[in-house]
């Protein structure tokens, strides 16, 4: 279960100290079987905040929660008027050089995996392979009733057709694709059922309060146990959806590696904390292992 943003996790004195020597990370790529675990960090250099560092968005914004999407009508209004105008911009963002460094990675034959927490897909239009979406992903959309999926952009042009004029300036867009408006502003936005079924249609993710399908769950486990080595990318793991990966390869004795610039939940089980931007860090990397940067990466459908 994704727990409630608003329970915060503060960071105590006894946490090893962050560095920015990558020797550890390159010499775990270059003996292979690395396994990715990415957060919200991987993809603020696209555009995207994340929910804790710097600027994050918990300062100003509190996700949605499974139970109140599933409360009430009007708080499934908010919900879709404000991530209807977020997807806009969320659905159009771009990997950056941190994503296309992973998807080299795994060109390359160095990676295990790559598990995200993140619901971008931005690994993917990069290029990474067989990627895990731990919380899902807002290119799909769910229905509660049937269970029936379908693309998000399909949605998006009947919320345009339901909703002519809707332009309401976003306050800002944040980690789960969703966008900054008050309730003026929301207004008497249409919401849309299912077109099988009338049921309630929801973005095919995990919200906060909701549980991480078991089945997800045994994969990732799977792919820890397998793997030589585990590194954490722009995670601060305070919630357990990510952290019982990093406990699990600690308690098999696997190298952890983490990158991210401020202290994380996961500090004490690992080898290293590199304090570098993710970008700079990972291209410094691919440099050092001599893995050229795909400048292409695979295209997505419009938002």
Sequence with gaps: MRMRPTLSWTPTEDLPAGTTDLAPVADALRAGGVLVLSGAGISTESGIPDYRGEGGSLSRHTPMTYQDFTAGAQARRRYWARSHLGWRTFGRARPNAG???????????????????????????AGSEDVVE???????????????????????????????????????????????????????????PCTLCGGILKPDVVFFGETVPPRRVDHCRTLVREAASLLVLGSSLTVMSGLRFVRQAAEAEKPVLIVNRDPTRGDRHALTRILLPLGTALTTLADQLGIPLDDHPVSRPQA
């Design 99 to 125: 994503h296309r460094a992973v998807a080299a990675f795994g060109r390359h034959g160095l990676l295990a995996g790559v598990i995200t927490q993140n619901v971008d897909g931005l690994h993917q239009v």
């Design 134 to 192: 731990l919380h899902g992903s807002l290119d799909r959309v769910v229905c509660l009733s049937c269970g029936a999926v379908s693309p998000r952009r399909e949605l998006a042009r009947r919320l345009e057709a339901a909703n002519p004029g809707f332009e309401p300036a976003a306050a800002a867009i944040n980690p789960d694709g969703d966008a900054g408006l008050t309730d003026d502003q929301v207004g008497d936005f249409r919401v849309l």
